[in-house]
Nanobody, 114 residues
Framework: QVQLVESGGALVQPGGSLSLSCAASGFTFSAFAMSWYRQAPGNEREFVARILPAGEITNYQDTVKSRFTISSDNAKNTVYLQMSRMKPEDTAVYYC???????WGQGTQVTVSS
């Protein structure tokens, strides 16, 4: 069955960096767009970044565009989110998704605080 497992969430100081990973299984990873979303307490889940199949096209939410980078490794069936110059407002549970399959991971907590 389709499975997405995120990892890498942690407590990080403002201005710091963190990398998230999402290991995928149960489908042809290279054929599907993969996305990262996040949900902060009291807020709705929001789009963060997307990478299209072949990894040549990416999209970002405006607030993260110059700070976050999404990438994928088809050999490892893994999508990554590299986050830099992090801000307290980046604090959220981060989810990866294969949206066209309706698949979501369980989420990983990212906290940005001094």
């Amino acid at each position: 069955q389709v499975q997405l497992v995120e990892s890498g969430g942690a407590l990080v100081q403002p201005g710091g960096s963190l990398s998230l990973s999402c290991a995928a299984s149960g489908f042809t990873f290279s054929a599907f767009a993969m996305s990262w979303y996040r949900q902060a307490p009291g807020n709705e889940r929001e789009f963060v970044a997307r990478i299209l199949p072949a990894g040549e096209i990416t999209n970002y939410q405006d607030t993260v565009k110059s700070r976050f980078t999404i990438s994928s490794d088809n050999a490892k069936n893994t999508v990554y989110l590299q986050m830099s110059r992090m801000k307290p407002e980046d604090t959220a549970v981060y989810y990866c998704s294969a949206e066209s399959l309706g698949a979501w991971g369980q989420g990983t907590q990212v906290t940005v605080s001094s």
